[in-house]
């Protein structure tokens, strides 16, 4: 039996009971600042909390846990988590407490645009050891939108509240946007390097026989230790393209070499390419190319 079963915590008000925090002062909203959190034994070590969460460490020293990894940090960081991940809480007592948590319920933004939206900022997807590294300026204008986003819940709630609130997180969230890009650009040669052993696996992939199926974003980003967003937004900043354009990309390329140089049926490129369906082949070709598999051949004879 599990002796530190998954503790599933669909509240801020569970959350803070769980911490021996103060009853919130907003049920939907609250940010913890983790010097605030004194380390607690009956706290269970892993949990699924039910809402986003937005954390700056700054100074971290120890290791943070997210998924089936540990990750050493240095430096001040700022990670973002989306609802149903499970998660660790550190509870060493020499752990550093610099930094503090905004977590908030989905319920507060479902009747805005960012409900929608919020599923477009790839980075609540990212592996905690792709985080976003501030700099001093950069931190400055979060942390004022953070504590504005503090005074408005803190305030005698109007009917103007919860739009004053929303519309900063939306703020928030894009200028992290904005942020990553920037860490994607001053990180070129790293990320270069990422993209060249990136590029020679996929060609790997589609010079063997593909038994084992299609070459997806999950994969490829496994073999690199990405998260799969990461992976995307990576090289739609370096190239243009996401990982999964790159995939038909090179697909699309080795299918014109068979059918101009092979005497290889459709169905059998098909079948070497990785497809199931020979069907789903033609219909990729098609999209692409403008020319089915057959037309595209009769054009080069």
């Not at 919130?24 to 600042?33: D, F, W």
């Not at 079948?271 to 020319?291: H, I, R």
Request: one cysteine or more; a neutral charge; proline letters at 3%.
């Amino acid at each position: 039996m599990n002796k530190n079963p998954i503790k599933i915590i669909n509240s801020v008000s569970e959350l803070h009971r769980l911490l021996s925090l103060p009853k919130p002062s907003h049920p939907l909203i609250t940010l913890i600042n983790h010097d605030e959190i004194v380390p607690n034994a009956n706290v269970n070590e892993r949990l699924i909390l039910n809402f986003y969460n937005i954390s700056i460490k700054r100074s971290f020293q120890g290791q943070m846990k997210y998924g089936k990894n540990y990750y050493d940090f240095d430096e001040g960081t700022m990670s973002f988590v989306s609802p149903n991940q499970v998660i660790a809480i550190d509870q060493d007592k020499d752990r550093n407490k610099d930094g503090w948590s905004l977590m908030f319920h989905p319920d507060l933004i479902r009747n805005y645009a960012l409900g929608n939206s919020i599923k477009n900022y790839g980075f609540f997807a990212y592996e905690v050891n792709e985080a976003l590294h501030l700099s001093e300026k950069e931190e400055r204008k979060i942390e004022n939108l953070i504590r504005n986003i503090e005074q408005e819940y803190q305030s005698n709630t109007d009917d103007y509240s919860q739009d004053v609130m929303v519309s900063n997180l939306e703020l928030l969230l894009n200028y992290c946007n904005r942020f990553y890009n920037r860490q994607f650009v001053t990180r070129k040669m790293a990320n270069h390097d990422l993209l060249t052993k990136f590029e020679n696996i996929l060609a790997k992939h589609f010079s063997e026989s593909n038994e084992k199926g299609l070459s997806t974003v999950n994969s490829l980003a496994q073999e690199l230790n990405l998260s799969p967003a990461y992976l995307s937004d990576m090289l739609r900043t370096i190239t243009g393209q996401n990982t999964q354009q790159h995939i038909h990309n090179q697909l699309i390329e080795k299918a014109k070499y068979f059918l101009t140089t092979t005497n290889l049926s459709v169905n059998e490129i098909a079948y070497k390419l990785g497809f199931e369906y020979p069907q789903s082949f033609s219909k990729l070709f098609k999209n692409k190319t403008n020319f089915t598999p057959i037309e595209y051949r009769h054009s080069y004879n």
